[in-house]
């Protein structure tokens, strides 16, 4: 069944519709949640506050727009909202980032390379909590969503420009804050 008539019918009330709308969005909605409080459990709660707040904004919607980027809307704006209720802003320290600097050798078993790998992963997102939020969204569903510019322009309601220089902004304050961890050698970011 075509997306639009699914709306149309969670819009009339069937519950199943609905069912079937976020079984296709469960999965994107909880990575973008976790991308940003980097803990499955409140991942998972966020994800189900932002089905249930969908579910009851669901009539408002009017078609005006595709159906995934008002309901990345709803999600990113519900997410913007816990974050500025819980001001989860961790401070990153130098002993906790220099645990998971890493050592680039010629050959690395590859357990110890995936593990590598992940304590990278983990330093970047320590690090990305402490930019500012809008600069850690745009980031978020750029590099880490893969959303296209225009996307992200309707989704945040902005440009495509200021995605743009919002984005270009956000990936300079995020490799000035990397530079000491990664060093000057090949950093990549």
């Known amino acids: ?21 976020m079984k296709k969005y469960e999965q994107k909605v909880f990575h973008l949640a976790y991308s940003f409080v980097q803990d499955r459990a409140a991942a998972d709660d966020l994800a189900q506050e932002v089905f249930i ?17 008002w309901f990345y809307r709803v999600a990113v704006n519900h997410i913007k909202d816990h974050l500025r209720k819980t001001a989860r802003r961790r401070e990153v320290s130098l002993e906790d980032v220099e645990e998971g ?19 990278r992963k983990k330093m970047v997102f320590q690090v990305l909590e402490t930019l500012p939020q809008k600069y850690r969204m745009i980031l978020t ?37 990397m530079m000491p961890f990664i060093g000057q050698e090949g950093g990549g970011l």
């Open 141 to 177: 569903l750029r590099d880490v969503r893969g959303l296209p510019y225009e996307e992200i322009g309707r989704v945040l309601a902005i440009s495509a420009g200021t995605v743009d220089s919002r984005l270009h902004r956000a990936r300079k304050m995020l490799r000035k804050k």
């Open 53 to 69: 707040k969908a579910y009851f904004s669901l009539p408002k919607f009017r078609f005006q727009s595709e159906f995934g980027t």
């Open 1 to 21: 069944m075509e997306e639009n008539e699914l709306i149309k019918q969670a819009q009339a009330g069937s519950h199943e519709a609905f069912t079937t709308i």
């Open 101 to 119: 600097r890493l050592a680039v050798e010629d050959k690395i078993p590859a357990r110890e390379k995936a593990r590598a790998d992940e304590q």
